[in-house]
């Protein structure tokens, strides 16, 4: 892992809470993993007043996720100075991935109070 660089790599715990009827975890749960892994890629590297919100997400289911601890690996692709790309993927207890993305992000400035925190802690 390499914030600094981009790169990040980040552990979830997929409770059964999450499991659809047939007991893997639901798609969109892990949508908003992948999303949580990277994002935070990119947001690491950003000066202090600058956030970038996804602006597309697009997800590919690999294979059923069970319960339990999923990791996230996330990266920067290419980054430009408003706009960013970014892939990753969420990898089961045994590796293999589950499900990979990628995602489109826009650097902005913060103004003004309330703004959300630039800065990620490793």
Do not use: K, W, Y
Not at 1 to 26: C, H, K, R, W, Y
Not at 54 to 80: E, M, N, S, Y
Not at 93 to 100: E, I, M, Y
């Amino acid at each position: 892992m390499d914030l600094e660089q981009g790169t990040i790599e980040v552990a979830f715990v997929a409770s059964e809470q999450f499991a659809n009827p047939v007991g893997v975890i639901q798609g969109g749960f892990l949508a908003a993993m992948l999303d949580d892994t990277l994002g935070p890629a990119l947001v690491a590297t950003l000066p202090e007043g600058q956030f970038a919100p996804t602006l597309d997400l697009h997800v590919q289911f690999l294979r059923p996720a069970r319960p339990g601890r999923l990791l996230g690996r996330g990266r920067i692709v290419q980054r430009g100075r408003e706009v960013c790309f970014l892939a990753g993927e969420l990898l089961g207890p045994d590796g293999r991935p589950v499900a990979v993305a990628t995602a489109t992000a826009r650097i902005q400035t913060v103004r003004g109070e309330g703004a959300p925190p630039s800065r990620v802690s490793a």
